[in-house]
């Protein structure tokens, strides 16, 4: 747990709306949308909107929250991750710091919340779990780092025992899970990386390599909505 948030929850008749900051494609909206939610999404790259499949709206993360988190029952950010991982550190670019700025902005909005990142931002976090592929029955390690302001426990942790396709290249029966980062792939490998994340609607190689498997966001999406059934109903 981290920053008590005070949780309300929703009308009576109604679906929980969640809003998804930095949404990219749609991974973690689709978590939720499984768990129960209604879904919004924001991002500063207009293209998310050719394969989003919620509501899309295009601006800037941290505005559209400080203008209309109030009307949310929950906020989910992925802030970009590139200033935490090790491409940072040899190509030489500045990329934005936005976890602080981000769980700033949550906190003045006083809804729940959730963060996520990859597994080298953890300094940059307040007491995060960690989600990995087989805790889902997912045929990929792929670790991101959460963290809430509600109680949020993790599945059991398989151990790493099954060997990993090199990255760009199809599973086979001694290398069954997939490596799935950036590069220049075929098609036949995106589509198959799409499906070991459980993304089928995403085309794109970049769309997939940047997502988050949306059983994550059910786990999450689940936890919240235990919280919002036994909150005791208060104002707006």
């Not at 009308?11 to 998804?20: E, I, N, Q, S």
């Not at 802030?79 to 090790?86: E, K, L, M």
């Not at 045929?139 to 426990?153: K, N, T, W």
């Not at 025992?161 to 086979?172: E, I, M, Q």
Request: aromatic share 8%; charged share 15%.
């Amino acid at each position: 747990m981290t920053h008590p948030t005070p949780i309300r929850p929703p009308r009576a008749g109604t679906r929980p709306r969640v809003l998804d900051l930095f949404c990219h494609r749609g991974g973690m909206a689709m978590g939720y949308h499984q768990a129960g939610f209604d879904v919004v999404g924001v991002d500063l790259d207009a293209s998310c909107a050719e394969e989003y499949p919620f509501t899309f709206v295009h601006g800037d993360a941290i505005e559209y929250l400080l203008a209309h988190g109030h009307e949310y029952d929950l906020v989910h950010g992925s802030p970009p991750c590139q200033a935490y991982t090790p491409l940072n550190a040899y190509n030489h670019k500045t990329y934005p710091d936005l976890i602080a700025p981000t769980r700033t902005a949550m906190r003045a909005v006083g809804r729940p919340y959730v963060i996520e990142n990859v597994e080298a931002a953890r300094p940059e976090m307040v007491n995060p779990v960690m989600l990995c592929g087989p805790m889902f029955g997912l045929r990929i390690y792929r670790h991101r780092l959460f963290e809430a302001s509600f109680p949020l426990v993790p599945p059991p942790h398989p151990a790493h025992v099954a060997r990993c396709s090199r990255n760009g290249y199809l599973p086979t029966l001694e290398r069954p899970f997939m490596t799935i980062t950036g590069g220049r792939h075929s098609k036949a490998w995106q589509r198959a990386a799409a499906e070991a994340m459980g993304t089928p609607w995403i085309t794109t190689i970049r769309g997939v390599c940047e997502a988050i498997p949306p059983a994550y966001a059910k786990h999450i999406g689940q936890a919240a909505l235990a919280m919002l059934a036994q909150a005791p109903e208060v104002a707006a």
